[in-house]
């Protein structure tokens, strides 16, 4: 039931971080919270990650997404005012800013734009700010965790390579 596997690459640290992935929950989302896939400043710590969870009423289906910046709680999640389909695959885009150490959310975005819109929901007060981020980090602690599937996960510095078509390879 608990699983942390963590996949390092050269540090970042300045500017912007951005992690971008498919994301598909795998039936309903009985959980109330769980972490899914994120970014870290080491093999070590949690840093800025989504949440899935069932909705405040226990609805199972269409579930809820929150992120927090670097906290392990799930008192400390923001969550989207959007709920999701399990039946549906979703563009999940994860943003660091280390200069302002603001998380920020993004689901479904327009692939190959190259604006940035705004996000679907910030977290910048939870946990501690991280000054690098080097690694992918894919955590599922406790008995009640989400079953998803990922694919396309990409880690880059730059909007448009987040969200650049299959066509184009990330940097």
């Given at each position: ?99 302002t ?11 190959g ?41 990409r ?17």
């Open positions: 039931t608990n699983y942390i596997a963590y996949k390092s690459f050269t540090a970042i640290t300045t500017g912007t971080v951005y992690l971008s992935y498919l994301y598909q929950a795998n039936g309903d989302q009985g959980q109330t919270a769980s972490e899914i896939l994120g970014l870290s400043n080491s093999a070590t710590n949690s840093a800025v990650k989504i949440w899935a969870g069932k909705q405040l009423d226990g609805t199972k289906n269409p579930f809820r997404i929150g992120l927090t910046r670097s906290s392990t709680s799930s008192t400390d999640i923001v969550w989207c005012s959007t709920t999701l389909s399990t039946s549906n695959v979703y563009l999940i885009v994860i943003k660091y800013d280390l200069a150490t603001t998380a920020s959310l993004f689901i479904n975005p327009v692939v734009t190259v604006v940035e819109p705004t996000a679907d929901v910030t977290a910048a007060t939870d946990g501690t700010a991280r000054t690098s981020i080097g690694y992918l980090m894919f955590k599922h602690n406790g008995s009640s965790v989400a079953k998803f599937y990922t694919s396309g996960v880690v880059s510095t730059t909007w448009a390579e987040a969200v650049a078509s299959q066509s184009v390879a990330p940097q």
